[in-house]
């Protein structure tokens, strides 16, 4: 069976999804590090950072298995080697280009780093106290050998701690670049992880670093509930009365919560301009952008119009668009007293209703109990049961009328609203000049700022921080995550599931998706069963000998029978030519009948034989294997049939 292009190129393509199925589960390329766009391929000079070995650096190797203990033996060794699907080697990141503070927390150590001793304002005592414990530790999944981050520990428990900048951030005509590594190990119940950039203040003090210390931007992932967050937040001097006022930037343009939930380290990365515009990303792709003049909450500049607050609405003001109409009047027949319903005055009382018996009667069965005290209980009385004579009858007690809808209610009567003539519209206050107004263009033009601070309250402890920069150029903070957070998310890319378990896992945590993998998977092997499969070739048929038509046979047994008689005619017609001679005259008279009739029966039956071996053609079935292999003695009896027919006109 021939197979349309159609079906052929849908062979080809579950081919295909299944070749890259396969593909997905092999091991990744050594060069590759996936950003949220795509592959942000490392360039050689990378890979020869990753894969020198040096004295100090570590190695990350990725097995098939978890972990895998060192071989002292040379031959366990060659043979642990052989299981080591790639490796990268780890060295600490160094910035390259100029920085106002890189933290990447390898050596261990907290030194630049001062926790919070003081307490929270307006909290209950027993939580006010920053108490919560900071630790310099490795990831817990997918860790890199060397690789090191800052994580609280401590969960239901305020948490401070601040390190000051190598050099105060001025806002003037750099841009500026903030970005670090969050992984919420153990997933997020409510609580943030986010950072403060603390105001370049005479009066800071990281040993006092509370809720209230003065901060220019608060930037990072923040949840609690089912509210994911991305906070930009940053304080606006105002310039009349020098009031601080805190501008949040919209909603991220994307859901947020597989950031929250996959325990893996992302990337955030905050990029403020000094034409106002800004941009946040996370791993590397953009997630919401805007201006600071026109896509902060509440506005940086306030309107240059406000309503008058001394304005008040006249009392004769009429903001009514209908009005009932002052002319009409309520028809003569209209009865607001009218009831709703009424008995139906066409019902009537089934046969059989039992009207002198009770619904429901005493149990005669009931017993009062013995511990039935009448004087504290009351006197007793038996439960009520359903009459049974009511089982049978269609009812019993007083008989009363179904009740039905009034015809002729029609309620309160009001009158038809009309547009009223005296319609002034809805009443607005009028406009003054806003008092407060103020234009400022350069809102870029922040406080500056000298020091970075974690300021957290958390339900979940283990939350891991890592790899914090502050620069103004964003090729610096890209190679900066490149060297770090670039082999964090290739060692965690070479330690997921195949994409069978993924769609397992996915499968049990929505298991609707049972239905789109069978009609995914076996309506194509259905289909390509149902076309492909193959039939009953041709020789395997049986072919059956026809027999041919009784009424031929006889037909050729009669023109044989006649040939024969033929040919003895044709002899005594040669034996008794003297006899002929005598009668001669007697004869040509009898020929010249019997020629006339002769002629007459040859021309009926030579139109018999054409009608008969038309009507044999159209009912002659297919020729079988049997016919083929006899066509040698078709063919002579053909020749003998036209011998008869030949002789037959020779007599004539």
Not at 110 to 135: C, F, H, N, V
Not at 236 to 248: G, Q
Not at 518 to 536: D, H, I, N, Q, S
Not at 598 to 625: C, F, I, Q, Y
Request: with cysteine; aromatic share 8%.
């Amino acid at each position: 069976m021939k197979l349309g292009g159609g079906w052929l190129w849908r062979l080809l393509f579950l081919s295909s999804l299944a070749a890259a199925a396969a593909a997905s589960s092999e091991e990744p390329s050594e060069a590759d590090v996936l950003d949220g766009d795509g592959d942000m391929r490392l360039d050689e000079e990378e890979m020869q950072v990753l894969m020198a070995d040096g004295g100090e650096e570590e190695e990350a190797m990725v097995t098939d298995e978890e972990q895998f203990d060192e071989d002292k033996d040379g031959d366990e060794k060659s043979e642990s080697d052989a299981n080591v699907t790639f490796q990268v080697t780890y060295k600490t990141p160094v910035p390259t280009g100029d920085v106002y503070f890189a933290e990447a927390f390898d050596d261990g150590s907290l030194d630049r780093w001062q926790p919070s001793k003081t307490t929270k304002e307006d909290a209950d005592d027993e939580i006010a106290k920053y108490d919560g414990k900071w630790m310099v530790e490795p990831l817990k999944e997918n860790k890199v050998p060397g690789d090191q981050g800052l994580v609280l520990k401590s969960r239901a428990k305020h948490h401070a701690i601040a390190a000051m900048l190598d050099k105060p951030f001025v806002f003037q005509d750099e841009p500026l670049v903030v970005q670090y590594e969050v992984n919420f190990q153990d997933g997020i119940d409510c609580g943030g992880a986010y950072i403060k950039l603390l105001s370049d203040s005479g009066s800071l003090s990281l040993e006092q670093f509370h809720d209230r210390t003065p901060y220019t931007i608060m930037f990072g992932p923040d949840k609690c509930g089912e509210d994911y967050k991305l906070h930009f937040i940053f304080r606006h001097k105002n310039p009349l009365n020098k009031d601080m006022e805190e501008k949040h930037a919209k909603r991220a343009d994307v859901d947020l919560k597989k950031f929250y939930t996959d325990k893996k380290t992302h990337l955030y990365t905050l990029v403020l301009n000094p034409d106002n515009s800004y941009e946040m990303f996370i791993d590397q792709s953009s997630v919401s952008r805007g201006n600071l003049l026109y896509d902060m909450v509440p506005p940086v500049n306030p309107p240059k119009e406000i309503d008058d607050p001394n304005d008040s609405k006249p009392d004769d003001w009429d903001e009514r668009a209908k009005i009932p109409d002052p002319e009409a009047v309520k028809p003569d027949d209209w009865d607001e007293d009218a009831p709703a319903k009424i008995e139906d005055p066409e019902a009537l009382k089934p046969e059989g209703w039992l009207d002198d018996e009770p619904e429901f009667v005493s149990d005669p069965n009931a017993e009062k109990p013995e511990d039935w005290d009448e004087e504290m209980d009351g006197e007793w009385e038996a439960p009520q049961v359903p009459n049974p004579s009511c089982e049978t009858a269609p009812g019993c007690g007083e008989w009363k009328r179904p009740m039905i809808n009034n015809p002729q209610y029609k309620g309160k009567w009001k009158a038809p609203l009309i547009d009223n003539p005296n319609y002034q519209g809805v009443w607005k206050p009028r406009k003054m000049m806003n008092p407060e107004y103020f234009e400022d263009l350069q809102p870029f033009r922040m406080t500056p700022f000298k020091a970075l601070g974690l300021e957290l309250w958390s339900m979940t402890s283990d939350i891991y921080f890592d790899n914090f920069i502050i620069t103004s150029h964003k090729e610096v903070a890209d190679r900066w995550a490149s060297d770090s957070w670039g082999l964090k998310k290739l060692v965690a890319s070479a330690n997921e599931p195949g994409i069978f378990s993924q769609l397992m896992m996915a499968a049990e945590e929505r298991p609707w998706l049972w239905i789109i993998y069978v009609l995914t998977v076996g309506l194509p092997v259905g289909l390509a069963v149902l076309f492909c499969w193959p039939k009953k070739p041709v020789d395997d048929y049986v072919y059956r000998r026809v027999d041919q038509p009784q009424s031929q046979i006889e037909e050729e047994e009669e023109e044989e029978e006649e040939g024969g008689e033929a040919e003895e005619e044709e002899k005594e017609a040669g034996a008794g030519e003297p006899a002929a001679a005598q009668d001669e005259g007697e004869s040509q008279e009898n020929d010249g009948q019997g020629d006339n009739q002769v002629g007459a029966d040859n021309e009926e039956e030579e139109m018999e034989e054409e009608e008969e071996d038309e009507s044999e053609e159209d009912k002659t079935p297919e020729r079988t294997l049997e016919d083929e292999q006899k066509d040698g003695g078709d063919v002579a009896g053909e020749s003998h049939k036209q011998a008869v027919r030949k002789r037959r006109v020779r007599k004539d």
